[in-house]
């Protein structure tokens, strides 16, 4: 015969079940504050890159230059199996740069593409409050068409490097241009 249960004892069985299951159920996703950049320095100026817009960052492997290439295409790099045609990043936004390119962006999906950046500065958060859409008056390329604004720092340009790898691909597919 058994005894009746108390409800506290009741209550403690329904407290140890619960605790037991919830080691089956997968962990609730994280959820970070902001959007997640890395902090480049191109052409003597810092810069921003969403880092969900990367595939990967790499010290500069050896290039290979290629003849007749456009003048910001700094030649080719074997990655991994791969040869990936790597762009100098401040020639491509115009800016003049007397240090060498000495970091790799990968960028693309699956027709990557190499971006050379002269330093890596860090890594960086910047919540939706930080980040300002529109290239503004100090935007000086149309691929750098947000900002992230940061204390007692001016505003830090963002590359948009998907629209960047889209416009290298579509001309690279239209093949050399009369006049080059």
Request: hydrophobic share 40%; net charge positive.
């Amino acid at each position: 015969m058994s005894l009746p249960r108390t409800r506290a004892a009741l209550r403690l069985d329904e407290l140890r079940d619960s605790f037991d299951s919830s080691f089956t159920r997968p962990p609730p996703p994280r959820q970070e504050p902001g959007a997640a950049l890395l902090r480049l320095r191109v052409g003597g100026a810092p810069l921003a890159v969403r880092l969900g817009q990367l595939s990967g960052l790499h010290l500069m492997p050896r290039l290979v230059r290629l003849p007749g290439a456009p003048a910001s295409l700094l030649g080719v790099a074997g990655l991994r199996g791969q040869l990936i045609a790597v762009h100098d990043l401040s020639a491509l936004l115009g800016l003049q740069s007397g240090e060498p390119p000495r970091w790799l962006l990968l960028a693309g999906g699956a027709r990557r593409v190499g971006l050379a950046a002269a330093g890596f500065e860090g890594q960086l958060r910047a919540t939706p409050e930080q980040l300002r859409s529109g290239g503004g008056s100090s935007a000086t390329h149309p691929l750098l068409n947000a900002s992230v604004l940061l204390p007692d720092a001016p505003p830090l340009p963002v590359l948009d490097v998907d629209s960047l790898v889209r416009k290298l691909l579509e001309d690279a597919s239209a093949g050399p241009q009369q006049g080059r």
